[in-house]
Structure formats: structure tokens, C-alpha cells
Nanobody, 117 residues
Framework: VQLVESGGGLVRPGGSLRLSCAASGFTFSMYTMSWYRQAPEKERELVADITSGGGSTNYVDSVKGRFTISRDNAQNTVYLQMNSLKPEDTAVYYC???????????WGQGTQVTVSS
């Protein structure tokens, strides 16, 4: 099983980034996919998630209206489009896969997002 995040980097406040998470080794289309983040000295928090078929999404209040989660089950990839970025969005962003049927959970290695002028 692999979850490989990409797309992180350094961006100025107000800028945009698009994170990708490429999955392999499991049946991607049967898993709820999520993005979490962890800032220094803070607990990991759920940013957004999307159901297996993509029909339902959920966001933490602090990113509503700025971030969009999406998935392409044909490409086994989940995305996080991040607009209007703020310094407080600075964190390591992690991709997570979770099966409601089996309880299996997988994590990616994380990608750093830094928002700074």
C-alpha cells in the first residue's frame, strides 16, 4: 500500500496550491479519502474528506470556501485545491485512506505547505 503526496511548497499569502495523493495497493474506489494537517506543536487535524464515490465532502470550518477536495477513481488520486492561503495554513499535509467496511486505515508520508511572505 502506498499513498504518495505531492504539490506542497512555499507560497505567499493569498496564493494557491494543489495537493495530489496517488494511491496504490488497495481498492481506492472503496475508501473514504481525507486530508489532514499538522502544524508545529499542534495536533493533527482533519482538513477535508470525501466519500468513496465522491458524492459527499466535509471540511473543517477554517478552510470552508477556500479549499476543495476531489477525487479521480480512475486515476486512484485525491486532490486538495487550496486557494486564498493564509499563514495559519502552514503545516505538513497528510493523505489518509479509510475503509468503513474493514476499518483499514493508511497514511501518506506528508507534504510541507508553507505560507509566508
Amino acid at each position: 500500500v502506498q499513498l504518495v503526496e505531492s504539490g506542497g511548497g512555499l507560497v505567499r499569502p493569498g496564493g494557491s496550491l494543489r495537493l495530489s495523493c496517488a494511491a496504490s495497493g488497495f481498492t481506492f474506489s472503496m475508501y473514504t479519502m481525507s486530508w489532514y494537517r499538522q502544524a508545529p506543536e499542534k495536533e493533527r487535524e482533519l482538513v477535508a474528506d470525501i466519500t468513496s464515490g465522491g458524492g459527499s465532502t466535509n471540511y473543517v470550518d477554517s478552510v470552508k470556501g477556500r479549499f476543495t477536495i476531489s477525487r479521480d477513481n480512475a486515476q486512484n488520486t485525491v486532490y486538495l485545491q487550496m486557494n486564498s492561503l493564509k499563514p495559519e495554513d502552514t503545516a505538513v499535509y497528510y493523505c489518509n485512506a479509510r475503509s468503513r467496511l474493514t476499518g483499514n486505515t493508511f497514511w501518506g508520508q506528508g507534504t510541507q505547505v508553507t505560507v509566508s511572505s
